[in-house]
């Protein structure tokens, strides 16, 4: 088995580094603090960046899970500066040009693809789960044909990037079938609410989407599409960027941990040398490489076809989530007081942490999916 990563791996890893490198590290990092006007200054600058290191338009498009291994490494560098940061990049990049690259017809998105590419558009994705999923393809949203366009009526509570995007996908129903519309919240009927302030991840702009018979023209529409494939592609997408999320935190929250255990003396010796202190830290370090090995994994099964990828995939993000959750605790016991006090790295970690259990698949769906489709096939 070899573990290396290829040269095109350690190249994107290389450029995304020469990114975050200074200054740029604190900017990101202070995007916790900033207000929704620094914030769309701030992501779009990264963006920008990323995307003249091209970083943004790789593995878009059908084969986007098979590949997602070639970008896996270089995700959790930039997940492991900024979660925050991360998810609003990822949001516009890989879910909402994901959907548009992957979905859209040829040639139909090509001049917002290169915007996006070249970090110029923050986009978001809004997905409005049914209360009865059996009744069609799952979206709260409708739409309808009216003449040459379309309207889109529908609410979202919760939408990242909707303060700061300019341009936001929408999945609806469209005579039974899913169907995403791309709409602007310049537009009069696209009501963004206030920013929401949410327990961690606070260098996000996440707010409520109300679409009020919002008119969209043809050539923003994309399907209606085949039911699974549109929802697998969400799902899969989501998951994946969410634990790629929490293995970037495990990391930094490690880092920060081992610098105050070597750094912090009690008794006239740093904390490290005390093994309540290195057992704790031992531990992080052990759920850290679990959980980045099981995301690999996964990972690595998209890009063979293997029938239990999916499977795999909620493995590792209830892993790594619950795992993310234990590192961030046991972080904040190690900095003790240090720890405890806002602002802190590890303490925006443990705030964070709780995330990626609630997002995309919740780890209760998750297990109910795992025993679904892989215990059943297993004895064990
Ligand atoms: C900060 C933030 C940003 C977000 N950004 C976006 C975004 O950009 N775009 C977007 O589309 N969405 C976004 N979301 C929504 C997010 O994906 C959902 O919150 C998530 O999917 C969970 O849905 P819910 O909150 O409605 O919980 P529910 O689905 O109501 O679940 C509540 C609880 O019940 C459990 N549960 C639900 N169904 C079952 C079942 N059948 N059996 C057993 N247990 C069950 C769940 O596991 C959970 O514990 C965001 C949410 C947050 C908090």
Redesign the pocket.
């Known amino acids: 088995m070899n573990f290396d990563f290829t040269a095109e791996e350690n190249e994107l890893k290389r450029r995304v580094a020469g990114v975050f490198t200074g200054e740029a590290v604190s900017e990101a990092q202070l995007m916790e603090r900033a207000s929704l006007e620094e914030l769309k200054r701030t992501t779009g600058d990264f963006l920008r960046k990323l995307g003249e290191i091209g970083y943004l338009s790789l593995c878009l498009g059908p084969a986007q899970a098979s590949e997602s291994l070639k970008l896996l490494a270089a995700q959790e560098d930039v997940a492991r500066i900024s979660g925050s940061l991360f998810l609003s990049v990822e ?1 516009t990049a890989r879910l909402f040009g994901g959907l548009v690259a992957g979905f859209g017809a040829h040639d139909q998105f090509s001049d917002l693809l290169a915007l996006l590419a070249g970090g110029r558009i923050i986009a ?4 409005s ?1 049914d209360e009865r999923p059996d009744s069609g393809p799952g979206f709260s949203t409708v739409a309808w044909e009216d003449g040459e366009s379309f309207i889109v009526s529908g609410t ?1 509570p ?4 909707a303060p700061i995007a300019d341009y936001i996908a929408v999945a609806a129903s469209l005579d039974g079938k899913p169907a995403i519309f791309i709409v602007k919240p310049g537009d009069h009927a696209v009501v963004v609410g206030p920013r929401l302030e ?1 327990l961690g ?1 606070n260098g ?1 702009a ?1 707010a409520s989407l109300e679409l009020r018979e919002v008119r969209v023209p043809k050539e923003m529409v994309i399907g209606p599409l085949q039911n699974p494939t549109l929802i697998e592609f969400l799902r899969r997408t989501q998951d994946l960027l969410l634990t790629a999320a929490s293995v970037g935190l495990m990391r930094r929250t490690l880092t920060e941990s081992k610098k105050h255990a070597d750094s912090h003396l009690r008794g006239g010796k740093p904390i490290f040398a005390r093994q309540e202190i290195r057992f704790k830290i031992a531990e992080m370090l052990t759920l850290t490489q679990t959980a980045q090995l099981l995301c690999y994994r996964a990972a690595w099964m998209y890009s063979v076809s293997d029938a239990e990828a999916h499977a795999v995939l909620h493995c590792a993000k209830v892993f790594s989530a619950e795992a993310s959750e234990r590192v961030a605790s046991m972080g904040v016991q190690i900095l003790a007081g240090t720890g405890y006090v806002s602002g802190n790295p590890v303490e925006q970690a443990y705030r964070e942490s709780k ?1 990626a259990a ?3 698949t ?4 998750a297990r ?1 999916s795992i025993a679904e489709e892989l215990l059943k096939r297993h004895q064990v």
């Open positions: 949001t978001a994705v809004a997905v789960e979202k919760f939408v990242t990037n949410t991840y996000l996440v995330y609630l997002a995309g919740t780890t209760e769906l109910m």
